[in-house]
């Protein structure tokens, strides 16, 4: 059984701070996928990475695959109130019976105070 | 564009009564479907998926099935509902590149109370 730990799990700061989120695994995946939702709402996808050592960014966010392909962090600049929600990172794997599942992390809740 | 619609948004059941959930996908054709459940706002646990008609794949023991009587479309179910069935369900559907997952798309999910 594949397992993704995500820390912290919760996260409380101010308008303007640094953040980091991290996602560690024992296990190898193909695929690594963060994920933002809204209370009541289903999680919306951030961005998808496939190639160990991989950055991604988007605006003032920086997605990283680790070289092993084992984990992963997201680093939020700057943070704004609408940055708020629960984060979700999740790792998929290739292969003929993955038909595409996910194995999702515990999620971090992020709170960003005006 | 693909979009996914998941109903009822919210329900409340007493114990013992049946489930019925479904979802739509719009825009694609043969998705890979799946169902999860979502505890307390965290972690998401898969209970089913489908690669085509009336193919489905359990995840997990429980007291739910699923069914996919059409390209597009997934049905969550249950006989009796138990007070453990409670919880967030959402819908996702997914295309794969060569058995990569590149990426779900999510429903906007139903929150189910079972008293």
């Known amino acids: 059984t594949q397992l993704l730990e995500q820390s912290p799990q919760f996260l409380s700061i101010q308008e303007g701070e640094n953040l980091t989120v991290y996602c560690n695994s024992s296990?190898?995946?193909?695929?690594l996928q963060w994920y933002r939702q809204e209370p009541g709402e289903g999680p919306v996808l951030l961005v998808t990475v496939v190639t160990g050592g991989e950055v991604k960014k988007l605006k003032r966010l920086t997605f990283q695959f680790g070289d092993a392909r084992k984990d992963s962090s997201l680093h939020i600049t700057a943070a704004q109130p609408g940055d708020t929600g629960l984060y979700l990172c999740a790792g998929g794997n290739a292969g003929g019976t993955s038909y595409g599942k996910l194995t999702f992390g515990q999620g971090t809740i992020l709170t960003v105070h005006p | 564009s693909q979009t996914i619609h998941q109903w009822p948004a919210t329900l409340v059941q007493p114990v013992g009564s049946p489930l019925s959930l479904e979802c739509t996908v719009e825009g694609t054709s043969n998705p890979n479907l799946y169902w999860y459940r979502q505890a307390a706002g965290r972690g998401l646990q898969l209970l089913f998926y489908?690669?085509?008609?009336?193919?489905i794949s359990s995840e997990v023991p429980q007291n739910l099935s699923a069914s996919r009587p059409q390209d597009r479309q997934f049905i969550l179910s249950s006989k009796k509902l138990l007070l453990s069935d409670s919880g967030f369900y959402l819908c996702?559907?997914?295309?794969?590149?060569?058995?990569?997952?590149?990426?779900?798309?999510f429903g906007s999910g139903t929150r189910l109370t079972v008293v």
């Open positions: 296990s190898v995946f193909s695929s």
């Open positions: 996702a559907w997914s295309f794969d590149g060569q058995g990569i997952s590149y990426g779900y798309t």
């Open positions: 489908s690669v085509g008609i009336g193919q």
